[in-house]
């Protein structure tokens, strides 16, 4: 049996080859992530997988299990070591070889295997490894089973077991691919720039959307390990002004932005203007709300607040309810309230029957938002950008605050803004409608502004976005006459300088 995991090793020594090295900061929320080396070792690894697999077994879910790496320098030894911990345990894994995250989801349901196991770090910079785990298709471990499963791995609980087996499962790409693409057919051409920023993706996305019936351009879809031009995310500043500069170049329609693990997609139109990925949520939650009466949509408190205002959901019977961020979160809220789809504004989608099975994958993404395009024959995606309602939304602000204190503080905050609402009280002249506080308190005004102070989930920082129907000035006007100042009288909050 290995030994009891420890937290204070260091690489180049003895003990780092025998003892497993597991650093708890690598427990988040919804998965785990540490950086090889320096804060777990393959030991550490097998470690994880021998506790994943005890805990399978301590729930009572069927110990069978899809396990599939990412393309990164060290991605298959890390899965090579995280199997060895879950046949130690006596489960049976099921190797399904390079793959994306929603490709190792759709095995879960492919393979009737209840587990996954995926090894990715997702868009991290190299160096960096993790596993997004679940027991519960279509769904991934949250904060309940991560807190358990890290007091498994650390407290040296895990139960080896006999009966472990290993199969090489082939085909499940092909699978994988002709499922998703048997419900996008294109009926008219689009140009599509297949942006993957050298990932994973990259041997996945250009054969899809192909199938689909798009033209494609392919851009960093080379699988190259050392990342040479920027790391694959489709949310920083880096890979969105390559992808507008080959829209401009091609002519095309648009362009779709991959990340590492393909679960997330990012969008930028034919004007080559980015679309926030909860407005790109809004035009898909109005085209799917004319074909399906009384949809029922989810999105995270960071997102939009035009859902709750936009009057073609309102015409069209659709409901929106705005639940915690974090994928698995939104994940687990869509499939809970059997909602049609689910948004994220960090550009993960999740779409229930007969879009999708539930989870987020960022190729399905990118076919609804071409046949939402196809189903809008003479419309450019920024027309149908320009047909939204008008709101002005701060990029997300994070001031440093301690991970000890920051969860304390946006309470007393959260408590403030509750008291402040029911006495009737208002923010710059607009009363307070609604505190929603599933997350943090994200304040909603009467004019359908708002202000949203939370928690980071992985990263000791708070976090804050406000948004204004009024005007870019208003907005910055909520942040720097209601926010910042609220925030300052913290001393426990960062230095907190930046303007909007």
Known sequence: MLATPRADLHANSAEFETIPFVKPTGFREYDARWVLEKEINRLGIQALGLGLGTYIHEIGVKPRIVVGHDFRSYSLSVKQALILGLLQSGCEVLDIGLALSPMAYFAQFDLEAPCVAMVTASHNENGWTGVKMGANPPLTFALDEMTRLKEIVLGGKSQPRPGGSLTQVDGVRERYLADLTSKVKLSRPL???????????????????????????????????????????????????????????????????????????????????????????????????????????????????????????????????????????????????????????????FFNAPVGRGYDDGLVAGGAVLAMLDRNPGRKLSDLKKALPVAFTSLTMSPHCDDETKYRIVDEVSREYQALGAAGGSILGRKIVDVITVNGARVALEDGSWVLVRASSNKPELVVVVESTASEDDMRALFRDEVKPRLAAWPEVGAYNQEI
């Not at 192909?210 to 494609?216: K, L, P, W």
């Not at 991959?258 to 139109?269: K, L, M, Y």
């Not at 399906?292 to 709750?308: I, P, Q, R």
Request: charged share 25%; aromatic share 8%.
């Open 191 to 349: 140009k599509v720039v297949a942006a993957c920023g050298n990932g994973t993706a990259g041997a996945f996305a250009p054969d899809a959307l192909r199938a689909m019936g798009a033209e494609v351009i392919e851009m960093d879809c080379e699988l190259d390990n050392t990342f040479p031009k920027y790391n694959p995310n489709p949310e920083d500043h880096a890979m969105l002004v390559e992808m507008a500069k080959a829209v401009r170049a091609h002519g095309a329609d648009l362009a779709l932005g991959f990340d590492g693990d393909g679960d997330r997609c990012g969008v930028v139109d034919d004007e080559g203007e980015e679309i926030f990925a909860d407005k790109i949520g809004l035009m898909l939650a109005r085209d799917l709300s004319g074909l399906h009466d009384n949809a029922k949509f989810v999105v995270d408190v960071k997102s939009t607040g035009l859902y709750a205002t936009d009057p073609v959901l309102q015409a069209n019977g659709a409901s929106t309810v705005y639940w915690k961020t974090g994928h698995s979160y939104i994940k687990r809220k869509t499939a809970e309230l059997g909602a049609l789809a689910g948004f994220e504004k960090s550009g993960h989608f």
